[in-house]
């Protein structure tokens, strides 16, 4: 389709692992944002690229987040060493462009991750 | 500071007839935007409305229209002729103009609002 695709859907891991979630933006899309929600929750932001590069990561919660986008399309999410406190639903949002307040971002469906 | 407020955690209205949803929000930058998105209970975040701070006239989009009023602060939400597909969590989130110092254009939502409609 042409939406944002994310993936997997689900996710369930033990405290401990490392997951990795992976967003596919809408193609020619500049701009890729990760947030997380929390149950009951509006999204919260994690971080920002444009492109390849990484402007913005002030939202991720501590240092074991990590997320990149190396060509400037797909980007993934990694968590490691996973904590019950991750758990949470992490969505991706494109844009076309990077400025311009009129610019909606499209999400896409989510991963719903489990940390047991 | 919540940047977003939503005071109604969930609203009930009955089908066929219209209801608004409250959004106040708070930004010292004179370039913003504001949006509502849709989240059914399947999960995707269904972009619904934009205003942007400069417009003169209130947004619309079929069914929905936002009442803007500047000075107050408030972007609500007004779904006329409420169907049953439209009960869902409606979030209210604003973009502050990266040239005026803001964040990097990432938007900043709301709590929600549960709408629920009765057939």
């Known amino acids: 389709g042409a939406g944002v695709s994310q993936s997997p859907r689900y996710k369930v891991a033990k405290r401990g692992q490392d997951v990795a979630l992976r967003c596919d933006p809408i193609s020619g899309h500049v701009s890729l944002f990760w947030y997380q929600q929390a149950l009951g929750q509006g999204p919260e932001f994690l971080t920002y690229?444009?492109?390849?590069?990484?402007?913005?990561k002030s939202g991720l919660p501590s240092d074991r987040f990590f997320a990149e986008r190396p060509e400037g399309s797909v980007s993934t999410l990694k968590i490691q060493r996973t904590q019950q406190e991750d758990s949470a639903v992490y969505l991706c949002?494109?844009?076309?462009?990077?400025?311009?307040?009129?610019?909606?971002?499209?999400f896409g469906d989510g991963t719903r991750l489990s940390i047991l | 500071a919540q940047k977003i407020t939503q005071t109604q955690p969930g609203m009930f209205v009955q089908e066929k007839e219209a209801v608004t949803l409250d959004c106040t929000y708070d930004t010292s930058d004179p370039s913003y935007g504001l949006f509502w998105y849709k989240q059914p209970s399947s999960g995707e975040m269904i972009f619904l409305i934009y205003?942007?701070?400069?417009?003169?006239q209130n947004a619309t989009e079929g069914r929905y229209s936002l009442n803007f009023q500047k000075a107050r602060k408030s972007a609500n939400l007004v779904i006329s002729a409420s169907q049953l597909g439209d009960s869902a969590m409606y979030f209210c989130a604003m973009r502050e103009d990266m040239n005026y110092g803001g964040s990097q254009g990432n938007l900043i939502f709301g709590k929600g609002t549960k709408l629920s409609v009765k057939p």
């Open positions: 690229f444009q492109n390849e590069a990484q402007l913005d």
């Open positions: 205003q942007g701070s400069y417009d003169q």
């Open positions: 949002a494109s844009s076309l462009r990077n400025r311009g307040v009129d610019q909606p971002q499209h």
